[in-house]
């Protein structure tokens, strides 16, 4: 918002400079000091009570609106269609195209354009139904145009990159699941609000075995393997992520204990039925998996972790393969 209360006080003292400068003061002195201490106390008072607090899109089209209003009013006190100020309403409408999007950007200059066929009609001897009008309006509007659409096209831009790098910094690169810092937020907020869930840590049986015969990128395919049966196994309201190296964890909110051991089935079964085809061999993966209930087998987040992971270990002995991976 300080950037927009940026644009406000900027369109302001422009407005005010110029009409000092224009000694309008003395030919309508009374509309133009009404005109400019209204916008002053409506600045103020979005200032320190802003309208519309939770919908900020909202505040910033009725601070957009309102400029653009004050900016009419302006010009229609500084020689209509002449007034050298028209520029002006370029602060509203890019104020739209930053934040607004270009929907509401052309619905700003449409009404601008009105308002401008509205101010020459109001112009003493200009003629409005002529070719040189019309000549003049579409080198005067055309600009603006393109200056609005270059601003909103900039945004989009912009907001698209932003978002972009948000995603990266939230899922892990090479499977696409949640990083760990990801998952903990979300963990920690699905902690707080002391429902019971269910963690499970879950890691992959021989990866090792798989890098060695077939290397590193063969090593990934079957993590990106095992994060796609993972995601198709979860529900929407659940989340996955990659922990790191082989070691994957999977938050199961509102879950029992027998609807996580029915994750965990459905999990085994997925990877297993999966196969991954290197070098002419169809390779079967298996997953050692570790669950602990919350609140039945832990309070604290850290004792829950390590539940999981005890559990996880437990399986893993229980599941020992020969050192090679399984083959169809």
């Given amino acids: 918002m300080r950037s927009t209360r940026s644009i406000e006080v900027l369109c302001l003292a422009l407005a005010a400079l110029v009409l000092i400068w224009m000694h309008s003061f003395v030919s309508d002195g009374r509309a133009v000091t009404a005109v400019l201490l209204l916008y002053t106390a409506l600045i103020a008072l979005l200032w320190f009570r802003p309208l519309f607090p939770s919908?900020?899109?909202?505040?910033?089209?009725?601070?957009?609106?309102?400029?653009?209003?004050?900016?009419?009013?302006?010009?229609?006190?500084?020689?209509?269609?002449?007034?050298?100020?028209?520029?002006?309403?370029?602060?509203?409408?890019?104020?739209s195209a930053l934040t607004l999007g270009w929907r509401m950007t052309l619905i700003q200059f449409l009404a601008i354009a009105v308002c401008h066929v509205c101010l020459a009609l109001a112009t003493p001897g200009l003629e409005v139904a002529t070719l040189a009008f019309a000549s003049r309006?579409?080198?005067?509007?055309?600009?603006?145009?393109?200056?609005?659409?270059?601003?909103?096209?900039?945004?989009?831009?912009?907001?698209?990159?932003?978002?972009?790098?948000?995603?990266?910094?939230?899922?892990?690169?090479?499977?696409?699941?949640?990083?760990?810092?990801?998952?903990?937020?979300?963990?920690?907020?699905?902690?707080?609000?002391?429902?019971?869930?269910?963690?499970?840590?879950?890691?992959?049986?021989?990866?090792?075995?798989?890098?060695?015969?077939?290397?590193?990128?063969?090593?990934?395919?079957?993590?990106?393997?095992?994060?796609?049966?993972?995601?198709?196994?979860?529900?929407?309201?659940?989340?996955?992520?990659?922990?790191?190296?082989?070691?994957?964890?999977?938050?199961?909110?509102?879950?029992?204990?027998?609807?996580?051991?029915?994750?965990?089935?459905?999990?085994?079964?997925?990877?297993?039925?999966?196969?991954?085809?290197?070098?002419?061999?169809?390779?079967?993966c298996t997953v050692s998996i570790g669950v602990a209930l919350h609140p039945r087998d832990a309070r604290d987040m850290r004792d829950l972790l390590n539940s999981a992971d005890r559990d996880m270990y437990r399986d893993k002995q229980l599941r020992r393969a020969p050192d090679a991976p399984a083959s169809a």
């Fill in 55 to 95: 919908r900020p899109r909202l505040r910033l089209a009725v601070v957009s609106w309102l400029m653009l209003a004050f900016v009419i009013a302006v010009l229609a006190l500084s020689g209509k269609a002449y007034s050298p100020l028209f520029n002006l309403v370029l602060l509203p409408l890019i104020l």
């Fill in 137 to 284: 309006a579409v080198g005067t509007l055309a600009p603006i145009l393109l200056a609005a659409y270059l601003t909103s096209t900039l945004s989009a831009d912009v907001t698209e990159a932003r978002e972009r790098i948000e995603n990266l910094a939230q899922t892990d690169a090479l499977t696409g699941l949640l990083n760990q810092r990801a998952f903990n937020e979300v963990w920690q907020r699905t902690h707080k609000t002391n429902k019971p869930y269910a963690l499970l840590m879950i890691d992959i049986n021989q990866l090792k075995s798989v890098n060695d015969a077939f290397g590193h990128e063969a090593g990934n395919e079957v993590l990106n393997l095992v994060a796609q049966c993972l995601h198709r196994s979860i529900r929407a309201t659940d989340c996955a992520a990659r922990f790191g190296g082989d070691e994957f964890a999977i938050l199961l909110t509102s879950a029992s204990e027998e609807i996580a051991a029915a994750v965990v089935k459905r999990i085994r079964n997925t990877v297993y039925k999966t196969t991954l085809d290197l070098r002419s061999r169809m390779i079967r």
